[in-house]
């Protein structure tokens, strides 16, 4: 069933992700990107889902694989799906960061960033144990600031969104984005380092997925935030 829903988000994203700009002008509106980079930032969310679907099927863990990389952490294999998720939450973030572009300058966008990465750290530092070995808290501790990074730029995205005569698919993407950051904080927290590096296994999981799922669907608006930005400023 969750390979079916998968499947759907990953359809739904490309259909969407075309059919939204192939009726957008193609004129070139001062500092706004043409057609073709419109195409190219949907295709960008597509990507993003595209990889995200390949670290899933890391995590499902089919063949029931535990303590690969040490013998601490019992579903290390998490680790692994980082290869995957840690690219594919670039492409988010970087398309919400291009959204962002007509509303915030370039400086609060960076400092938002950095300081969500120390945030995403200390918080890692948290909830870390050294058992866990080299690989492991290698991937996971880079992983920990990177993830911040959606849920930094998801509320930026509610704040623009105040701006825009059409506020709701940045409401939408914003809350999308914040909760990937918070499906991950949850296995961090649950699934990898928690009970002493057995995990909450399975209920975790199912958990988990609810949120996964809820902004995986969600992030399919962004491309309407680069739609909506668009008509503001051709209108302005």
């Avoid at 690219?87 to 509303?103: N, T």
């Avoid at 070995?133 to 105040?162: D, E, Q, R």
């Avoid at 209920?203 to 491309?223: A, C, D, G, K, M």
């Amino acid at each position: 069933m969750l390979v079916f829903i998968l499947l759907s988000v990953l359809w739904i994203g490309y259909f969407l992700s075309q059919a939204q700009f192939r009726q957008q002008p193609a004129q070139q509106i001062v500092g706004i990107p043409a057609k073709n980079d419109a195409v190219l930032m949907a295709t960008v969310v597509f990507i993003g889902l595209l990889l995200s679907f390949v670290g899933d099927n890391i995590n499902f863990n089919r063949e029931a694989l535990y303590f690969r990389h040490g013998d601490f952490v019992k579903h290390d294999y998490l680790a692994d799906s980082v290869w995957f998720f840690a690219p594919a939450y670039g492409c988010f973030s970087y398309a919400a960061w291009r959204w962002l572009s007509f509303f915030i300058s370039r400086k609060i966008r960076w400092l938002s960033m950095l300081f969500g990465c120390a945030i995403g750290l200390v918080s890692y530092m948290a909830m870390m144990d050294s058992r866990a070995g080299t690989y492991v808290l290698s991937m996971t501790g880079s992983y920990s600031m990177l993830i911040t990074i959606p849920a930094v730029l998801g509320l930026l995205l509610f704040k623009s969104g105040n701006q825009s005569r059409s506020s709701k698919p940045f409401f939408i993407a914003s809350l999308g984005l914040v909760l990937a950051t918070f499906a991950d904080a949850l296995i961090g927290q649950f699934w990898i380092f928690g009970h002493d590096g057995q995990g909450y296994y399975p209920l975790i999981r199912e958990v988990n997925w609810l949120f996964y799922i809820t902004s995986q669907l969600l992030l399919l608006h962004l491309p309407w935030c680069y739609v909506n930005a668009e008509r503001q400023f051709a209108r302005t």
